[in-house]
């Protein structure tokens, strides 16, 4: 086997839809617009391709680099390549943002086509089963009947899942990766303080920021300050940060004095400078309403019977936002319904970001898995 | 390692029934167990286990054995196995316990301390290393001794019912009589009392 390596220069495309598609919210988007990106070929059975589906902040851009920009590298470029867990020697891979994004796709940044102004806050809120139809729609436009994985960490694996459930005959595999099947009230209650920072910026304007030429970006970064704390470990912040203060520091003064501080700003300020604010509220929020046992008497193996799908589920042991424990609550369902299952519990630092690493026990269990599925 | 238990095991067990193996390896008699029509899911807490585990395509979740039942459902299996482990749980009768809960029945492989050239090693003054016993006294994952007759004893005092035994000697090979003098390795296939 040759050296893993990257999946070269990529280009992201675009997807036009003009049948409606009426959303979980009630709302009907007359015509619609998905980016989208592929790596590998797809087979002439069309029974290799794989679909990506991305977090909270994630995107369409999943991996390889742009020819006008090789410092944009995809955001999980360490999983997916030729000889990579993800082979694009031998899988045809599908990354998309979803809808409600604010990289291409139909949003809150996007021209309403009704008024010729974005939608702004008139953006319909997109629910995670949303997501799904539309993430079907585009297989259909790419003759892509079946896949043969859906996958994604986070919100992305909570995607994969419900694939499983609202389309089982489409997909054969779901890999669900530091995902949880229904956010508790804690995680809540964070998405709830990261939406109230951008509600209450006064550059919000009502969600029409755009109109008064500015951005909620105070908002928008103490948003990202308090999800990134949840992305990481106290392990992990102990071992980089610890105590650590900056050369400014011991002034008595509310500046930047310990390192932990600087870094999270540095991070609340960079993700402040391109995220949408109006897209933030709409994914905290569809990660809020996911719960696909709810309307089955809150009984996750009897939503999860109708599956087909196999499973590989991953958590790593210091991610506290969504917990091993969560993991093994959708493990314990399917074990329960006698449906095919793997589960593996990573040993990792990086808390619930590790989803990203490369970890070499992780990424081999995903090629493993994934060198066993039928193309 | 060969594994005769594994043909043992899989003789008790009919095609279209659910089995669950604690401390399943990489995974060797769920497959065997799939060849058969069966379906099955392994318990392992070995990371280089699990890998293989997923390699051999069978179903396998990472966990701790003695944690790990809590999660399931009363009688979610047909079978519970548990081979040549049981010596290696801290807490015995919980472990039996539980298996028998999330069971219909259980199977449970171990070695036989009283085999004969175990307790010749100690006569002469040495803890036994054998096929079955394969590890030094320092080293071994091993934290319970026990003979035949130590198990059906407990199981006598929990209230569980042996439905069959098979005793292997330490090439594989069945033993027809004086089981806890000939016997390296133990397969007993249990269930609960009345």
Known sequence: MSEPGSIGPVEARRQVFNEPLTLAAGTVLPQWELAYETYGTLNAERSNAILVCHALSGHHHVAGWYADNPKNVGWWDNMIGPGKPIDTNRFFVVGVNNLGGCHGSTGPSTINPATGQPWGADFPVVTVNDWVKAQARLADALGIEQWAAAMGGSLGGMQALQWTIDLPARVRHALVIAAAPKLTAENIAFNDVARQAI????????????????????????????????????????VKFGRKRRPEAGSYGFGVEFEIESYLRYQGDKFAGWFDANTYLLMTKALDYFDPAEPFGDDLAAALAGARAKYLVIAF????????????????????????????????????????MDDGYYHAVVAAYLRNIET | MKRPDFAVIAGWMKAGESVLDLGCGEGELLRLLATRGLRGWGIERDPGHVLAAIENSVNVLQSDL??????????????????????????????????????????????????????????????????????????????????????ESLCDGMGIVIRERQVLDERGALVPEEHNFLGSLAVYRIGRGA
């Open chain 2, 66 to 151: 003695e944690a790990g039942l809590a999660g399931f459902e009363d009688n979610a299996f047909d079978h519970v196995v548990l081979s040549r482990t049981l010596q290696t749980v801290r807490h015995t009768q919980q472990i039996l316990a539980e298996m028998l809960r999330v069971g219909r029945e259980a199977v449970v492989s171990f070695p036989n301390f009283a085999y004969w050239k175990n307790r010749m090693a100690v006569l002469n003054g040495r803890m036994p290393v054998s096929e079955d016993l394969p590890y030094q006294w320092y080293d071994t994952p091993n934290v319970r001794f026990f003979t035949l007759l130590d198990f």
């Open chain 1, 199 to 238: 509600l209450t910026d006064p550059d919000f304007h009502g969600g029409h920021f755009y109109r008064h030429d500015t951005r909620p970006t105070r908002g928008l970064r103490l948003a990202r300050m308090l999800g990134h704390i949840t992305y990481l470990s106290d392990d992990q912040m102990a």
């Open chain 1, 317 to 356: 042991s210091t991610d506290w936002r969504f917990s091993p424990a969560r993991s093994r609550e959708i493990v314990n369902a399917l074990v329960k319904n006698q449906q095919p299952v793997s589960y593996a519990e990573i040993v990792s630092q990086h808390g619930h970001d590790s989803f990203l």
